[in-house]
């Protein structure tokens, strides 16, 4: 997949092995993430008196994070969706000059605040390896944090291109589904449950995989550090289902683009 020629983007095949790819990233994110405590106090909104801030440790990591790296252009790339769009900071590089693969529209869509809620809610009690705080090591806690939720991020938002995609393919149908605001024809038509069942299935063996200690492979207590299952939950329950949102929201206002 090469950004700067949008056939290659497009391309139904080289969307797949993109997510395949994210797939590692994610379960990596996640285990490193398992070695640390729970961590509360990163999240807690001004438990750190930070000046000219309101909000949590992990936020105000978080944006100074997008800030310094809007500054590196990542955020130009069409396939990166920042936390804070409206706070990043001017390029020191020169731009680049993409060319026009998805809609006028599609910044607008967005659903980081809900990925950091059911990451921060539901995905960080369950891998964190104790309760509690563990003070020296907060900061590595939220770089941990950032390096899953900008992967999870990136993920769900490449639903984007693959609703382009589909739309190119098939418009005569999308445009009648879009026209009639036929939200239960589009989502039958993006979801293949198949596939899904082999994402699943493959996210337990990557997890299985990378997640055990080699020396302990035939053990009949690998000892995982995260559970595969929970992984592979984690997609069923949260990254797919909002993967299939962005692509919805992204359809319904496809038209918008046509003459």
């Given at each position: 997949m090469d950004f700067m020629k949008p056939e290659t983007v497009l391309n139904l095949d080289n969307i797949r092995q993109a997510l395949v790819r994210m797939e590692d990233t994610i379960v990596f994110g996640l285990?490193?993430?398992?070695?640390?405590?729970?961590?509360?106090?990163?999240?807690?909104?001004?438990?750190?008196?930070?000046?000219?801030?309101?909000?949590?440790f992990l936020d105000w990591a978080l944006l100074q994070m997008e800030q310094t790296h809007s500054q590196i252009r990542r955020y130009e790339a069409p396939d990166e969706t920042p936390f804070f769009p409206t706070k990043l900071l001017k390029s020191i590089l020169p731009p680049i000059n993409y060319p026009k693969v998805l809609a006028s529209y599609s910044d607008e869509i967005n659903v980081n605040d809900e990925i950091k809620e059911f990451y921060?809610?539901?995905?960080?009690?369950?891998?964190?390896?104790?309760?509690?705080?563990?003070?020296?090591?907060?900061?590595?806690?939220?770089?941990s944090d950032?390096?899953?939720?900008?992967?999870?991020?990136?993920?769900?938002?490449?639903?984007?291109?693959?609703?382009?995609?589909?739309?190119?393919?098939?418009?005569?149908?999308?445009?009648?589904?879009?026209?009639?605001?036929?939200?239960?024809?589009?989502?039958?038509?993006?979801?293949?449950?198949?596939?899904?069942?082999?994402?699943?299935?493959?996210l337990i063996e990557k997890g299985e995989s990378y997640g055990t200690d080699p020396?302990?492979?035939?053990?009949?207590?690998?000892?995982?550090?995260?559970?595969?299952?929970?992984?592979?939950?984690?997609?069923?329950?949260?990254?797919?289902?909002?993967?299939?949102?962005?692509?919805?929201?992204?359809?319904?206002?496809?038209?918008?683009?046509?003459?």
């Open positions: 285990i490193e993430r398992s070695q640390f405590y729970l961590s509360p106090s990163v999240y807690e909104v001004d438990k750190f008196s930070i000046p000219d801030f309101h909000g949590s921060i809610n539901q995905i960080v009690p369950q891998v964190s390896c104790h309760s509690g705080d563990q003070q020296e090591n907060l900061g590595s806690v939220s770089t950032i390096e899953s939720l900008q992967a999870i991020s990136r993920r769900i938002h490449f639903g984007k291109f693959v609703a382009e995609a589909k739309y190119q393919s098939n418009k005569e149908m999308y445009k009648k589904l879009i026209l009639a605001k036929d939200v239960a024809g589009i989502e039958a038509s993006i979801t293949n449950s198949a596939v899904e069942q082999k994402i699943l299935e493959r020396s302990m492979k035939f053990s009949q207590n690998p000892q995982s550090k995260v559970k595969p299952e929970l992984i592979a939950q984690l997609y069923k329950d949260w990254i797919i289902p909002l993967t299939k949102k962005v692509e919805i929201d992204y359809l319904l206002r496809r038209l918008e683009d046509e003459d």
